[in-house]
């Protein structure tokens, strides 16, 4: 089974910083990474897959990079709105899926 | 516009079994494949069961193999899980959500999935 290792577990960020979440794959899993947003209370809401491809209707400050085994969701500059918690998923062994653990991201 | 609604969730007893209904609409249900995602109070996402769009092919995470069985009903656009033995460890907010793909150039065209609808998700409490 392929494990997904997200950090940090939970960061503290201002309105207007940059922020980073990295994920990592236990093994190669190629671009087969999405990444989901969760608030609280709310179902999540997909932001990218295929590492770097962004949803329609998704804010652009929304970035992901990486393939193989590391990757990397960037916020470019934090809005009020994006608050919540942010899920990374491997769709590698699709349909069978894997999510990783999350990263809280909360208002410092 | 799109939408998936889940329903059948409650408080059962170990042991027991619960039903959950999914309702799609906005959309041609059976071109699409469909997941289940649950997740326990305080915790994150794990992903319980896939059935393809006909039905034909399912797949489960290890925990529920034998206990819950994924279904639909292509005419009255709806999936369904039924759960049999319920533990304690099954207590969560269960999702349903939409398997969508597309093509993409990655040194060469290949699909990748993803889920990009997903439903307000129904509570199943089991506990005595």
């Known amino acids: 089974d392929i494990q997904m290792t997200q950090s940090p577990s939970s960061l503290s960020a201002s309105v207007g910083d940059r922020v980073t979440i990295t994920c990592r794959a236990s093994?190669?899993?190629?671009?087969?990474l999405n990444w989901f947003q969760q608030k609280p209370g709310k179902a999540p809401n997909l932001l990218i897959y295929?590492?770097?491809t962004l949803q329609s209707g998704v804010p652009s400050r929304f970035s992901g990079s990486g393939s193989g085994t590391d990757f990397t969701l960037t916020i470019s500059s934090l809005y009020p709105e994006d608050f919540a918690t942010y899920y990374c998923?491997?769709?590698?062994?699709?349909?069978?899926?894997?999510f990783g653990g999350g990263t809280k991201v909360e208002i410092e | 516009q799109m939408q998936l609604v889940e329903s059948g969730g409650g408080v059962v007893q170990p042991g027991r079994s619960l039903r959950l209904s999914c309702a799609a609409s906005?959309?041609?249900?059976?071109?699409?494949?469909m997941h289940w995602v649950r997740q326990a109070p305080g915790k994150g996402l794990e992903w319980v069961a896939f059935?393809?769009?006909?039905?034909?092919?399912?797949y489960y995470v290890d925990s529920v193999r034998g206990r819950f069985t994924i279904s639909r009903d292509n005419s009255k656009n709806t999936l369904y899980l039924q759960m049999n033995s319920l533990r304690a460890e099954d207590t969560a907010v269960y999702y349903c959500?939409?398997?969508?793909?597309?093509?993409?150039?990655?040194?060469?065209?290949?699909?990748?999935?993803?889920?990009?609808?997903w439903g307000k998700g129904t509570t199943v409490t089991v506990s005595s």
């Open positions: 295929a590492a770097s």
């Open positions: 059935i393809s769009n006909d039905g034909s092919n399912k």
């Open positions: 998923q491997q769709s590698y062994t699709s349909p069978q899926l894997t």
């Open positions: 959500a939409r398997d969508q793909k597309s093509l993409v150039f990655e040194g060469g065209y290949s699909y990748f999935y993803y889920m990009d609808v």
């Open positions: 906005g959309f041609t249900f059976n071109s699409y494949g």
């Open positions: 093994q190669s899993i190629s671009i087969y």
